[in-house]
């Protein structure tokens, strides 16, 4: 990953952080973890978790609903001629760290 990659790929993920925070209904914690973006710039994968669990469906729908909004936010804040297109997926790789923690507290 080049360095221009991975400054806007920060970016995108505070910034998109800032907007769930300020737009989330509260009812659940979502929380961006980690954000891929591809080479040319274009297209930005967001990866979220979700607590409480059961409200993962919900939450990741409201994320891809907002979506046209989170890139008009990205666009005020983000210095770049084109935004990237978006996409959100919850992020099982922390779902498993837990897990393994889980399981590695209790040997």
Excluded at 32 to 61: H, M
């Amino acid at each position: 990953m080049t360095l221009r990659q991975d400054k806007v790929k920060e970016n995108i993920r505070n910034i998109v952080a800032q907007f769930l925070e300020a737009e989330s209904n509260r009812t659940s914690l979502i929380t961006v973890t980690n954000t891929n973006v591809s080479k040319d710039l274009k297209k930005a994968t967001i990866f979220i978790s979700v607590l409480p669990e059961s409200d993962e469906e919900s939450a990741l729908n409201f994320t891809k609903r907002r979506r046209g909004d989170i890139r008009a936010y990205l666009k005020k804040k983000l210095d770049m001629r084109t935004v990237p297109f978006l996409d959100f997926e919850l992020d099982y790789g922390e779902k498993n760290r837990q897990r393994i923690d889980e399981l590695s507290q209790d040997l």
